[in-house]
């Protein structure tokens, strides 16, 4: 960290973990605002929590992965389920991870270049999605019989961290027809509700990461995905995702 930078390493991590662990559950930071460092995405993640020893794939030297398109149209994953952070396609709100048995806690994109005005991060948080439910549609949410490639898991938890979720409308109908286990009518219904809330509902934030910002976002507690991009992108995000250190809060229900 040079003279020249306007804040210590002290503070960014104070004010990070500070807007993780409240209602906002994300922040982004702009590279004029941190201490200057030439690593300063991997120092930053390696102070927010516990460095992954890999990633599954395309794991950089520094330990992120680069999210970027590919030209012959994205790669499959071990199931031949299509990443979408390798094609263009816009990308519905989601959390990471859906399919780990333990989802990581914080996500963190750095953008290297941007899109000429496609690949907009979007934001939605837990609590607005919520809010918009009915009592009996949160219960649907907290049965534990939502498919994964390990067995059947609630999309809505809560422990004495409180309430997080998981989310990824592609996977779960993918492992529901990989596994011959429908999902019900009901629960399709409402993650119907919940996707149309995702793409048109009044909480959707959105907006376009300018080179050298990241954000740090809580996976627990707020969804993201991204609009589509632009034909011949150049666009490059790096991604790392981690266990916190320590622990975050979940999102307090009692307010609400
Ligand atoms: O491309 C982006 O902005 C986000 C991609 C993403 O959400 C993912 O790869 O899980
Ligand atoms: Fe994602």
Same mark, same amino acid.
């Given at each position: 960290m040079g003279p020249e930078s306007g804040i210590t390493w002290k503070k960014l991590i104070c004010s990070v973990r500070r807007a993780v662990n409240s209602d906002a559950g994300f922040i982004v930071i702009d590279r004029s605002q941190a201490p200057s460092q030439r690593d300063f995405f991997t120092t930053l993640s390696r102070s927010l929590g516990t460095?992954?020893? =890999?990633? =599954?794939?395309?794991?950089? @030297?520094q330990g992120s992965y680069n999210i970027q398109v590919r030209m012959d149209g994205g790669r499959a994953d071990e199931?031949?389920?299509? $990443?979408?952070?390798?094609?263009g396609r816009a990308f519905p709100c989601h959390t990471d991870l859906y399919r780990d048995r333990h989802p990581a806690d914080l996500l963190l994109m750095k953008c290297v270049r941007a899109d000429r005005g496609g690949g907009r991060t979007i934001i939605y948080k837990l609590r607005d999605l919520l809010a918009s439910l009915s009592p009996r549609e949160i219960s649907v949410l907290?049965?534990?019989s939502f498919p994964t490639e390990f067995g059947k898991i609630q999309l809505l938890s809560a422990d004495s961290h409180g309430y997080s979720i998981?989310?990824?409308?592609?996977?779960?109908?993918?492992f529901a027809r990989l596994r011959r286990e429908p999902l019900s009518a009901r629960q399709s219904e409402v993650l119907n509700k919940i996707d149309l809330l995702l793409a048109n509902g009044?909480?959707?934030?959105?907006?376009?990461?300018?080179?050298?910002?990241?954000? $740090?976002?809580?996976n627990k507690t707020v969804l993201h995905?991204?609009?589509?991009?632009?034909?011949?992108? @150049?666009?490059?995000?790096?991604?790392?995702r981690l266990p916190a250190r320590p622990r975050l809060r979940g999102l307090n229900l009692v307010a609400n």
């Open positions: 460095m992954p020893k =890999a990633e =599954a794939f395309a794991l950089g @030297k199931h031949g389920f299509l $990443v979408y952070s390798t094609t907290r049965r534990p998981r989310y990824n409308r592609r996977e779960i109908d993918f009044k909480e959707r934030q959105e907006f376009l990461l300018q080179p050298g910002q990241c954000i $740090v976002i809580n995905g991204r609009t589509r991009l632009s034909k011949g992108t @150049k666009r490059l995000l790096k991604r790392i």
